[in-house]
């Protein structure tokens, strides 16, 4: 299984920037993917998941600027963050719980590496 994330980058404070992580390999569902971040000296922090029968769930410090979404058909989640903030600088990475088989009882956790925001004038 592979998650690779994408799309992190440099923006000006009030910028935007779309994270894109795609699953691929012997998964036969994604039940959660998850956007976590870590800044320096912090410890790793939950962003924003969506579940299927679950829901979406948003950090209170994200929410009404970032929205996730997800294309089942293409194994992929989507963090699109607006009107970002110096604060929201961090190392972005993002999570898929699946089953890997029709049969499968318990779910599979899988992280993929990490893509750097950085929000600076």
């Known amino acids: 299984v592979q998650l690779q994330a994408s799309g992190g980058g440099l923006v000006q404070p009030g910028g935007s920037l779309r994270l894109s992580c795609a699953a691929s390999g012997a998964i036969f569902v994604i039940n959660t993917m998850s956007w976590y971040r870590q800044a320096p000296g912090k410890q790793r922090e939950l962003v924003a998941s969506?579940?299927?029968?679950?829901?979406?769930y948003y950090a209170d410090s994200v929410k009404g600027r970032f929205t996730i979404s997800r294309d089942n058909a293409r194994l992929t989640s989507y963090l699109q963050m607006d009107n970002l903030r110096p604060e929201d600088t961090a190392v972005y990475y993002c999570?898929?719980?699946?089953?890997?088989?029709?049969?499968?009882?318990?779910?599979?956790?899988?992280w993929g590496e990490g893509t750097q925001v950085t929000v600076s004038s």
């Open positions: 969506m579940s299927t029968g679950r829901g979406t």
């Open positions: 999570k898929a719980e699946y089953f890997g088989t029709p049969t499968d009882v318990f779910e599979y956790n899988y």
